[in-house]
Nanobody
Framework: QVQVVESGGGLVQPGGSLRLSCAAS????????MGWYRQAPGKQRELVARIISGGTNYLDSVRGRFTISRDNAKNTVYLQMNSLKPEDTAVYSC??????????WGQGTQVTVSS
């Protein structure tokens, strides 16, 4: 079994910053990808950023403002979010893809950008 736990969400003013963390533990064989997705009320879930096969993907609207990074020793991925906008408000969830066990999701963390 694999566990994925997110932390770091909260309320921030427009233009502010937050850093999300996603820690994976358990019977991890080989991490193929780890990334962040978000879902705002009434909208579909979308990929925000992920690390896969050594490369990174970003949603166009966050490129240049968000940075994803990974600590391999800790099986942890981070999302540094700068210059936050109200439209970034959503539940952010972490997804891990293991080569043997498949996909695991965290419980999600709320990010609210509001003055």
């Amino acid at each position: 079994q694999v566990q994925v736990v997110e932390s770091g969400g909260g309320l921030v003013q427009p233009g502010g910053s937050l850093r999300l963390s996603c820690a994976a533990s358990g019977s991890i064989v080989s991490i193929v990808a780890m990334g962040w997705y978000r879902q705002a009320p009434g909208k579909q879930r979308e990929l925000v950023a992920r690390i896969i096969s050594g490369g990174t993907n970003y949603l166009d609207s966050v490129r240049g403002r968000f940075t994803i990074s990974r600590d391999n020793a800790k099986n942890t991925v981070y999302l540094q979010m700068n210059s936050l906008k109200p439209e970034d408000t959503a539940v952010y969830s972490c997804r891990l893809t293991d080569a043997k066990w498949g996909d695991y999701w965290g419980q999600g963390t709320q990010v609210t950008v509001s003055s």
